[in-house]
Every structure is written in C-alpha cells, then in structure tokens.
C-alpha cells in the first residue's frame, strides 16, 4: 500500500496518481468542511442561549457574526442557500420576538 500521508486509509483506494490525489482532496475538504460546520453550530448555540437569557445586545453582535459565518458557508457550498436564509430568518425572528417582548 502506497504511503499517502493521509490518516484515513481504506483498502479499497484506487492506485493511480490521480485518484489518490482526489482521494486526498476529498480527506482534506471534508475534514474542513467538517469544522465549518461544528463553528456553525456552536455559533447558533451560542446566540440561541444569549436570546433566551435576555442578554439582547450580545445577541445582536452575536447575530452579525453568525450571520457572516451563515453565508461564508452559503457561498462556498457547505450549506445549501436555502438552509442558510432558513437559519438567518429564524435568528432574526426570535430576536425580534424576545426583543418586542422585553
């Protein structure tokens, strides 16, 4: 078995040049787009719990950041634009909820 630098290696990969280097691609983007993802949810966890304990002006600096991280991932292919408006329309709405109840 060839030596591919790559931690995760399966029997069953290919042994052309080309298709370990795609083999190593794919190890490489999914790990990152693996922690694209965990940042995302920690971020919606964290402004979800900032609006809920009325902490209003956290959760409103929270929000832009988290709303930059949304479509950073939107526009690189992450998360589909769809499920980022989703995600942004409700951050909003549940501000804006808390915040007209306050």
């Known amino acids: 078995m060839l030596d591919l630098g790559v931690s995760e290696v399966v029997n069953h990969v290919a042994q052309h040049a080309s298709a370990l280097k795609a083999h ?16 995302l949810r920690g ?3 964290s402004i979800r719990t900032a609006i809920d304990s009325n902490d209003l002006a956290g959760a409103r600096n929270a ?3 988290t709303i930059s991280l949304i479509d950073r991932m939107a526009s690189k292919g992450i998360i589909h634009r769809n499920a980022a408006g ?4 409700r951050l909003q709405t549940r501000l804006a909820a808390r915040s007209k109840a306050a």
């Open 43 to 45: 971020a919606l966890r």
């Open 24 to 39: 190593r691609q794919s190890v490489k983007n999914r790990e990152h787009n693996r922690q694209f993802r965990s940042r």
């Open 63 to 65: 929000l832009k950041q």
């Open 86 to 89: 989703r995600y942004k329309s």
